[in-house]
């Protein structure tokens, strides 16, 4: 199987600093991953695409001086959320991929609850 | 934009069958059709993906239609755990993964 590792599951900062969101395939390597964000009752929004020793490709509209993307390894990717403001509370989540029988299936992590207070 | 269009809520009897439409008419050739599954607050799980065949494995059935212009999973014996948010997505393998809003079935006792 796939796994992919998120953490921290849950985190509440105060408003202006800065949060690191990591996440790990355990039992593949992926030169891709993914950033989602998800506002309640809302469906996932792409982020970022993170590729592994270059730099992130961001979405229309996602600040990248504000979610550092790092992806160093092909095993590890993280998300920093800088400068953080009640606006950022969301659900982070991430995905990496992996080919399986031709085609490219994403594994996701459980996600990061983040509270800027 | 999201590739598919859903029905956005579907009820279904707890041990029937639930059957989760998806109409994907712009489909090319080299995409494929991917279903996930999220519940609430988690991150969203990967149930089966299919080009053209008919794809079945230990979670659900996918059925493709012949034009690839849609297609149905299937799961077979609906179980209370099985109520979530279902996406269905098309991509090639250069692509994004991009969620639409999903079919919402609640399974009920």
């Known amino acids: 199987g796939a796994v992919v590792s998120q953490h921290p599951s849950r985190v509440i900062c105060k408003s202006g600093t800065s949060v690191k969101i990591e996440c790990r395939s355990l039992d593949f390597q992926a030169t891709t991953m993914f950033w989602y964000r998800q506002f309640p009752k809302q469906s996932l929004m792409l982020m970022a695409t993170?590729?592994?020793?270059?730099?992130?490709?961001?979405e229309q509209g996602v600040e990248k001086d504000k979610f550092l993307i790092n992806h160093a390894s092909l095993t590890l990717s993280t998300l920093t959320v800088t400068s953080a403001h009640p606006e950022d509370s969301s659900f982070y989540i991430c995905?990496?991929?992996?080919?399986?029988?031709?085609?490219?299936?994403?594994?996701f992590g459980a996600g990061s609850r983040l509270t800027v207070l | 934009d999201a590739k598919t269009t859903q029905p956005p809520s579907m009820d279904c009897a707890e041990g029937r069958a639930a059957n989760l439409p998806c109409n994907h008419s712009t489909i090319s050739g080299n995409e494929y059709v991917y279903w996930y599954r999220q519940i609430h607050s988690q991150g969203p799980q990967y149930i089966i993906h299919?080009?053209?065949n008919n794809e079945t494995n230990e979670m659900a059935s996918l059925i493709i239609t012949e034009d690839r212009k849609s297609s149905t999973l299937i799961l077979p014996h609906a179980t209370l755990r099985d109520t979530a948010v279902y996406y269905c997505i098309v991509r090639d393998n250069t692509d994004k993964l991009i969620f639409g809003t999903g079919t919402r079935l609640q399974v009920f006792p």
């Open positions: 993170s590729n592994e020793g270059s730099k992130a490709t961001y």
């Open positions: 995905s990496a991929e992996k080919r399986t029988g031709g085609a490219n299936v994403l594994t």
């Open positions: 299919g080009l053209k």
